[in-house]
Each structure stands twice: as structure tokens, then as C-alpha cells.
């Protein structure tokens, strides 16, 4: 990941939890990511929540019982996992992560009292050193792809997702190579010497074919969709994509 490996590892983690209700942590915990790329910050803990349902569902889908199992890579501070596992279920929960300050700060808030889920893994290391001999209903990775050196990469990580899941693995927030101009123009504007800025920090896109061929090798059911979430700044060139196990 180069340069961005230590703009991640950079973060800080503090000691103390800030936050009342489960929507006011989550936000707290998102925030220790840095959330900065937003045009409209008024909502923004509603909107996560209620995109993060809409996922939710979709991972669920076609599964015969309710998945009660998930993991997730670059987990960071953990938000997203917390918001499952402050749930009343009792589900079992993993999650890995290059970042070791946000490592930290997960396994502060994914234990007793926060909650009631089962923590199986949470470790620091990249995406490519996946364990898979753990296995989860649902593996699912968010605004990390971006930032792997090249589609190959990504798409190997893949690979490593599909054979730890049960059920189902989702990718979210994975640049459109058909919207790659209008990006890099929209980031011209907004962002003042972006090109010189971002030269060592370039952000990989991925061709939705690549993912076809990946169901298609893994005799998947695939879906390409997107919950948006007003305000964010990539919102109009981004995509998720869901692959399903058959069977």
C-alpha cells in the first residue's frame, strides 16, 4: 500500500471510549478513521447507520438462516463491527487491520460491556495475509480497496475472502473505472495541487468484469448495487459488489 500504509499506522487511538447511546460510539469510532471526505456533515450518524443496515440485508440474502457470523477486513477501530455486536444476537464477530493504533482501540470496544458478541479474531496485518482457516457466514470489507497497489492485489484478497466465507462476501465503496476522469477531475477541483498531493497516494479502481470472472470461478451469484450516503464526497463514483455462494 505504500505511503498510505503509513498514513493509517499514523492514527491515534485514545484510551478512553467516548460516547453514550450505540449510534453516538459508532460515530466516535468511525471518526478515529478520519472522516473528512463529506461536503454535508449534518446527519452523517443516521446515514452510516441506515446504509450499514441496507448492507446488512444484502448480505443476508438467499442464505437459509439468518447469518451469525462476520468478519471483517481493515476493520480499523472497529465501528462496524461494534454496531453488530452491540445487537442483542449473540453473533460471532472477526476483524483484521494494518493500522496497530486502530487495532488498539477495537479490542478496547469489542469486548464486555460494549458487547454481547463473540470476538473469534482480531489481529493487525495486511489484507493479503488473511486467515482463512476460520470460516464466517458473511466477510465484508469497506473503503480499503482503494488504496491496494493494484487491481491484482485486490482482486487476490478476493479470492481469500471467498474461502473464509460460509455464505457471502460484499466489498463497498470500490472505484468505478468508468468514472475515473470525472473523479480525478472532481478531485482537481475540491483539492488544491491534487495531482502533486496525491502522486505517491494514487487510489485503484476495479472493473466490475473482474468480479463477473471471480462468480463465475467460484460458482457464485453476484450483485452489483449501492446504498449511497448523501454527503460523501466519492458517492457518484463508487459501487459495492455482493458475491453469494450457490448452495
Known amino acids: 500500500m505504500g505511503k498510505w ?15 453514550g447511546n450505540r449510534e453516538e460510539i459508532f460515530f466516535f469510532l468511525k471518526s478515529l478513521m478520519g472522516i473528512t471526505n463529506y461536503t454535508d456533515n449534518s446527519g452523517n450518524e443516521q446515514c452510516m447507520v441506515k446504509q450499514f443496515e441496507a448492507n446488512l440485508f444484502k448480505m443476508a440474502m438467499f442464505s437459509k438462516a439468518k447469518p451469525s457470523s462476520f468478519f471483517e477486513v481493515g476493520c480499523g477501530s472497529g465501528a462496524y463491527l461494534y454496531y453488530i455486536g452491540s445487537q442483542e444476537e449473540e453473533f460471532i464477530l472477526g476483524g483484521l487491520d494494518y493500522s496497530a493504533p486502530l487495532i488498539y482501540s477495537a479490542k478496547k ?7 454481547s458478541a463473540k470476538v473469534k479474531e482480531l489481529y493487525c496485518t495486511d489484507a493479503k495475509n488473511l486467515d482463512v482457516r476460520e470460516k464466517y457466514d458473511c466477510v465484508y470489507c469497506r473503503s480499503v480497496f482503494q488504496y491496494f497497489d493494484s487491481e491484482e492485489f485486490g482482486l487476490d484478497v478476493v479470492e481469500k475472502m471467498l474461502e473464509k466465507a460460509n455464505h457471502s ?76 455462494k450457490r448452495g
Open 5 to 19: 500504509e503509513s498514513i493509517w499506522n499514523n492514527r491515534t487511538a485514545p484510551d478512553v471510549i467516548e460516547g
Open 109 to 115: 470496544i469489542l469486548r464486555p460491556p460494549y458487547i
Open 169 to 244: 462476501v460484499a466489498i463497498f465503496d470500490l472505484f468505478d473505472p468508468q468514472q475515473k476522469e470525472a473523479f480525478l477531475s472532481y478531485r482537481r477541483t475540491v483539492i488544491e495541487n491534487y495531482d502533486e498531493k496525491y502522486k505517491d497516494t494514487p487510489h485503484q479502481f476495479y472493473h466490475k468484469e473482474c468480479f463477473l470472472r471471480l462468480a463465475e470461478k467460484h460458482h457464485c451469484d453476484v450483485l452489483f448495487t449501492r446504498d449511497p450516503l448523501p454527503g460523501y464526497w466519492n458517492e457518484p463514483f463508487a459501487y459495492d459488489v455482493y458475491l453469494y
